[in-house]
Each structure stands twice: as C-alpha cells, then as structure tokens.
C-alpha cells in the first residue's frame, strides 16, 4: 500500500472524518464538566462528581463495546456510541434547565459511555490499512485530538449562552448537534465484523481479561495504561497546582491548552517513526519524555516549567500510547483482537480513574513535587516491563516489520 493508495481508503477517510467532528465534544465536556458541576453541586466537594462519573462509564463500558463491535461490527459500535452520547447530551441540557445535580450525574454518565466508542477509531483505523501502515493509521486518527483541542473550546464559547437565561446548556446542546453531523460519515462506513473466536467464554468480561496473561498483550497494555494514568495524575491536579503557586485561572487553561496539543500533534509523524524504526524504540523514547516531564515538575514550579512539564507530558503520551496501540494490534491474532482491545481499554480505564481520583488527593496534602516524584517512580517500573522478555519470540502477526 502506498501514500496515494492510503489516501483513497474510504473507510479510513470516513474514520478521520467521523472522529475529527466527533472527538471536538470532548475539550466541550472537559469546560463544561467542572462548570456545570461547581453551578450545581450542593457542594463544591462534589463538583467534580459528574466529570468522575463520565470517567468511571469508560471502565464498564470499554469491554461490552470491544465485544459489540467484534459481534455486529464497528459501523454498528461507532453508531450506538453517538447515539448514546446524543442523548446524555440532551439530559444534559435538561439538567441545566431543570437546574438538578442528579440529572446532571445521569447525563454525564450517559456521555461516558457513548464516548467510549471513540477510543475504538485507533483499532477500527489499523485494521483498513495494510500490515506496513498500520501505526500510521492509527497515528493519523489521533490527530482529531489536535482539531479537537483548537475547535471545541471555540464552540464552547459561541454557545453556551445560546440557550439563555439557561447559562450552559447551549454546550450540551451543541454537542448534540456535533453528533448528528459526526454520524454521517460513520453511515457510509463499509466495515465487516472482525472475525471472533468460537470459545463462549470470550462473551464475558473475565474471558476479556484473561487474554491478560499472555506476555506480548500484558507488555501492550501496561505500557498503555502507564501512558494514560501519569497523563491523567500530573494533568488533572495541575490547575490547582498553578492555582496554589499564585498563577491565574487563565494561565493554568493556557498549560492545559499546550498540554493537549502537545498530546496529539505528533501523531502526524509517530506512525511513520515506528514504521521506520519499530515500535520499542519509539515507546522508549515516549517513556524517556514522561519521565523528564515529571523530573521538571520535581526541579521547579515557575510557569516555564509547568508549561515545560506538560507539553513533554502530552508529547511522551503520544509516543507511549500510539506505541502500545501498536503493540497490541500485533500481539494477537483477528479473532481475538475485539476481546484484547476490550480487556486494555478496561484496564486503561480504571488506571485513569483512579489516577484522576488519587491526583487530587495527593496535590492537596503532598503538594506537586511529591506527585512528580511519584510520577517519574511509575515511569521507571514502567521500562522494566517494555524490556522484559526481549529475547522471546516476536509474534506473527506483528504489525510492524524489523529495520
């Protein structure tokens, strides 16, 4: 397969397309999960609740969606998905009308779970392209995280008054209507379903995490979910860090912004790094960033180095993640891959619960220097398993080839 040739894949052009409009609800839900909270929490203590309780829907949900997707094929996965966020987004701007919290955790939980179609666009990418472009398929893909980054907030801007005196609602309205135009390109998808293992037991979640104990699959998910869980532990805590330094609120949303682009930007060149070089070198090096990024937070808490910290953060996500993506797209065979996807994202989801829950805490009675140093002790248990087990034998459905 060859440049021109990825260009005119219809399925992959329908992929990008779909979750380029698609991913653009999440900064939205970010803002408006806080500001929403904090409007109607009877509590600041619970402000976060409905932002945690959106978290906490991708750990239940990842499985029975992989599974889903494996039985009825992605087309109708990626639908139900938008579907579901369709409507946690319109609960979501009854909540604000009706002025209820409930209502408003409800929404959010319901947006949760139709958002964790979206982290299946990675696998559902690889699996249209060749062997050979794989990481760069799934590279591309996250680069809707970029457009994501720069176009969200500036819907969020023009509409959530648009729906006053309501202040708010017009967000969750605009992600409904971000949905509608995000399906369009999903109907025109042209997937079949992966091929699935005969065993029964793979219908259930502890046959999904049973695929765990295979070497290849648990070096692939550990290092996804060490990505994703010190993204999330230095990310979510960092504006009260900045807070509690004596930056403005302004400030601390403009490291954020970096951070996020930072996350994704590199995506329009990891896949053909990886290619190039293989996939451990380039893990490594994503390993090598999260690891300088927390030494940064240990050095110094002036803004160049927060602003330092997080844009090496977000840029040592991209490389780690895209990496053990890549990694378990070529540890298992086709029949498998819907219950090893399931069994990763399940674990990467609860990883990032907890990290965002404990973030807190730890920034509140240890301050940053602790949570970095913890931070860089992850990271290091984290090399000890990319290099375990070298000298074993590579799996055959690697996607990637030696250079």
């Known amino acids: 397969m ?9 399925n992959l052009i329908c992929l990008l397309v779909a979750d380029a409009i698609l991913a653009s ?10 500001l929403a909270g904090l409007m ?36 109708v996965g990626f639908i139900v998905g938008t579907l579901l966020t369709i409507v946690g987004a ?13 209502v408003l955790c409800v929404s959010h939980l319901i947006l949760g779970i139709g958002l964790t179609s979206l982290q299946y666009f990675r696998f559902a990418a690889a699996e249209v392209v060749s062997r050979d472009w794989r990481p760069v398929a799934i590279s591309l893909v996250l680069t809707s995280g970029l457009i994501a980054a720069f176009v969200g907030p500036q819907i969020f801007i023009v509409t959530k008054d648009m729906l006053a005196p309501f202040s708010l609602a017009g967000g969750y309205t605009a992600i409904v ?69 004596g930056f403005s609120e302004a400030s601390a949303g403009n490291v954020i912004r970096w951070h996020v682009v930072a996350m994704f930007a590199p995506s329009f060149f990891t896949g053909f790094l990886i290619k190039r070089f293989g996939v451990t070198p380039v893990v490594t090096v994503g390993l090598v960033l999260l690891a300088i990024s927390a030494a940064i937070g240990i050095s110094s808490q002036s803004a160049t ?27 298992v065979p086709d029949a498998e891959k819907s219950v090893a996807q399931g069994a990763n994202d399940t674990v990467i989801a609860l990883i990032s619960t907890l990290c965002a829950f404990v ?17 860089l002790g992850i990271v290091a248990l984290s090399f000890g398993v990319l290099f375990m087990n070298q000298g074993g034998k590579r799996p055959a459905s690697s996607t990637l080839t030696s250079h």
Do not use: E
């Open 90 to 102: 319109l609960v979501g701007t009854w909540a604000l009308i009706a002025g209820s919290f409930a």
């Open 359 to 375: 973030s807190g805490a730890v920034i509140a009675a240890l301050g940053w220097t602790v949570l970095s140093a913890m931070t």
């Open 305 to 331: 180095h927060f602003y330092g910290a997080l844009i090496l953060l977000g840029a040592g996500w991209n490389f780690s993640y895209i990496g053990a993506t890549d990694m378990l797209a070529g540890a």
């Open 2 to 10: 060859s440049v021109t040739s990825l260009a005119r894949n219809g």
């Open 177 to 245: 209507v971000i949905c509608l135009v995000g399906i369009l390109p999903l109907a025109a998808l042209n997937m079949p379903p992966t091929p699935q293992a005969t065993r029964a037991p793979s219908t259930s979640r502890l046959a999904s995490l049973a695929v765990l104990k295979r070497p290849a699959v648990r070096k692939a998910v550990v290092i996804g979910a060490t990505s994703q869980g010190v993204m999330m532990f230095m990310m979510v805590p960092t504006t009260l860090a900045m807070i509690g330094c």
């Open 40 to 75: 109607l929490a009877p509590t600041m203590t619970l402000a976060t609740l409905p932002a945690s309780l959106q978290t906490l829907a991708w750990l239940f949900a990842a499985a029975p969606f992989s599974l889903m997707m494996g039985k009825y094929g992605r087309k």
């Open 25 to 34: 609800s999440m900064p939205i839900l970010i803002i408006l999960g806080g």
